[in-house]
Each structure stands twice: as C-alpha cells, then as structure tokens.
C-alpha cells in the first residue's frame, strides 16, 4: 500500500557560519506515522525537529507539511505542535489552566474550553488531576500534561523532543508503550528525536538513523536492527560481534567469506548495499550466538570464556576464539547457567542459518 506523506524534508541543508549542521537531507513521513530521528548528540535531529515545527527556517531546501511548503511561515501558523524536553509546565498554573493555555487565542467559550480539556486529559490518563497544580506533579504526570496541552490543539503533526529522557527506566519504559497507544488512538503523525535506540526500536513505525548531518538509513525497526546498512548504524543500535573475514566472494545475491574459528559466514545481499569485496564487513549480533550445553549436541564454534557481565535476567559473556582479532559478545539467559561459567571456562556455541549479516564498512 502506498504510503499518504504528512512531512517532505526536500534537500534541506542548515549552517550555522561555516559550520554544517545539516547536510542535503531528504525525507518523505507519512500520515498517521510515528517516525524517529535516532542518532548521537550533535548529530542535527534536533535541529531537523525545529526546523519542521517552523523554530528555525533551512539554509537551503524546502519543508512541506500536508504538500503546502512551510518556508517563511512562523511556529504558531504551522499544523503542528511540539513536547519540549523540559516540558515547559507553568508551575503556578493548575493542570486544567496549563492544558487550556494554548486555547485562548481560539476564544472557544469556557464551556467548549471545558470540555475540550477534558478530553486532553481523558487521553493521557490524567482524569481527576484538572485542579492539581503544576508544582505538584512527578515527573510522569508532567510529561502527560505537556503531551495534553500539545494534543488538545489537535496539530496534524506532533513533534516530540527526547520527552522521556528526565524520567527513570521503569517509568521511561511505560511511558514508551503509552505513547505508542496514544500515537495509534488518535491516528496523527508523531516525530520523536531521541539518542535511546531502544526507546526507537520500541515505539516507532520508521526510524531514520543520523550522523553528522546526515541520514545513514532510513528503515522500520526490525529491518534497520537486523539489516544495518553500515558498520556505524550496527553499531549504534545495540551489540554487533564484528567478525574477522577473508576470501570475499560475491555469488548471485549472496556474498560468501571465510572466518576463522567459525567458518564459511554467508549474507543475502540487501537491495541497495553499495557493498563491494573491499569493504564488505560482516557481523552477528550477539543473542543471536548460543551456549551448547548437551555434550551431544552440534556446534559449530569453540571458544574460551574471557569476562562476564550479569544482568538479572540474561549474562552478557565476552569469548575469545581463536583467528578472531577481537572478542565475541554472547548474551544467554540465565536459566541454563550462563551466570555461574568462570573466566577461562571452555564453551562451544551454535547459531542459526541467516544470523548473519553484512554491511558496509562506512
């Protein structure tokens, strides 16, 4: 199905004096899509967000929002809303007054006021809280009311600037599935900057991953996880064992190399890789290697245990293989004893047909 586009980034570029904040970025988001701009600090998704929500105009290039190009038309006349990272709650203001603040200039009359911040709050879970005041919320129920305020506009486009990033793991991970369930219930475009791969994985549709000012793959979550288009874009999103290879061969849509102390290591080629024999790097992911433990089962790779890292539920092993430079990471579930191997322990692993990939180098 063809997907209806909310946002078009046409070849937008930003400098600031000699320095490039953005670099001939394109992007097409789509209607009702909860899209991510995932990369490290300083790598311009903020500055890409402002841009959108009309907080800073492109140097070069053209933004549309709904097929109308946004350029020159400022903030508070554009289809959209922003969920600052600060949040920006008036702390002398109750939650009702906060959420109807952005409604004023619409002169709506107290009653459909009233009524329109009611259902702001019904959506974000806040009902009974109207009378609270700003000064009087966690953390959590601030985030609510600034999500509430923004929604209560009913913008065809939500820009979320990294909202979860003050909240701590248990209340950052809830808050992952409830906008999620908010994005889906009421069915607008949500664009979220964030520098937590997780929280991109989670919640997103789509996900462009950026690097100084450019956008390195643009892809849905489970494609750009197990399918990275380059070493750099593997590496930011979670473990990656890169593998030591030689003997690079190219075989219809397969490419084929030989790593020591694992063997014959064979990919599928992505569609458009840009990858050649030069600079082909190859890769596992590191739950996607498993611990033998029946003597009389299969393995295909034997290896010494050389640090261990315990985790709760899982123990991250660092394994050294012989004609590999560099350490292999295993994670293993602590169930079958992967907690209790000591340093130097012999282990023999296995891994599935396809739990290789292949990328390009930069």
């Known amino acids: ?41 300083g790598c311009g998704k903020t500055t890409l967000l402002r841009m959108i929500g009309g907080f800073d105009e492109p ?15 400022p903030a ?12 920006a709650i008036f702390p002398h203001l109750n939650v009702n007054q906060n959420i109807a603040y952005g409604l004023k200039r619409q002169r709506l009359g107290k009653a459909e006021e009233m009524r329109k911040v009611r259902e702001a709050l019904e959506q974000v879970d806040l009902h009974g809280l109207g009378e609270r005041m700003g000064n009087q919320l966690s953390g959590g129920q601030r985030q609510r009311v600034a999500l509430a305020r923004a929604l209560v506009l009913q913008p065809s486009v939500l820009l979320l600037d990294e909202p979860l990033s003050a909240l701590d793991k248990k209340l950052r991970e809830q808050m992952q599935v409830e906008l999620r369930r908010l994005q889906k219930a009421v069915g607008i475009t949500f664009v979220l900057v964030t520098h937590d791969q997780y929280e991109a994985l989670a919640m997103s549709d789509r996900i462009a991953v950026m690097f100084g000012g450019k956008v390195a793959q643009v892809a849905a979550p489970q494609e750009i996880y197990q399918h990275p288009a380059t070493r750099k874009v593997a590496d930011f999103l979670g473990g990656m064992n890169f593998l030591t290879a030689r003997n690079v061969k190219f075989s219809g849509g397969e490419i084929a190399a030989e790593a020591p102390g694992i063997g014959t290591v064979m990919c599928k080629l992505p569609k458009a890789n840009g990858i050649d024999q030069d600079n082909a790097v190859f890769g596992i992911r590191p739950e996607r290697l498993r611990i033998v433990w029946e003597a009389n089962e299969p393995a295909q790779i034997e290896a010494i245990v050389t640090d261990r890292s315990y985790f709760g539920d899982v123990t991250h092993l660092s394994i050294k293989v012989a004609g590999q430079e560099q350490d292999l990471e295993v994670v293993e579930a602590n169930n079958f004893g992967a907690d209790d191997l000591p340093l130097g322990a012999k282990v023999r692993l296995a891994f599935d047909p396809g739990a290789f990939v292949v990328m390009a180098a930069r």
């Open 1 to 41: 199905m063809t997907m209806q586009s909310m946002i078009e980034i046409d070849h937008v570029s930003k400098r600031y004096g000699n320095f490039t904040a953005l670099d001939d970025i394109s992007l097409t988001i789509g209607k009702g899509e909860f899209f991510s701009l995932l990369g490290p600090s």
């Open 59 to 73: 140097s070069a290039g053209i933004i549309r929002i709904g097929a109308k190009p946004m350029t020159g038309i």
């Open 76 to 87: 508070n006349l554009r289809p959209t809303n922003m969920v600052f990272q600060s949040y």
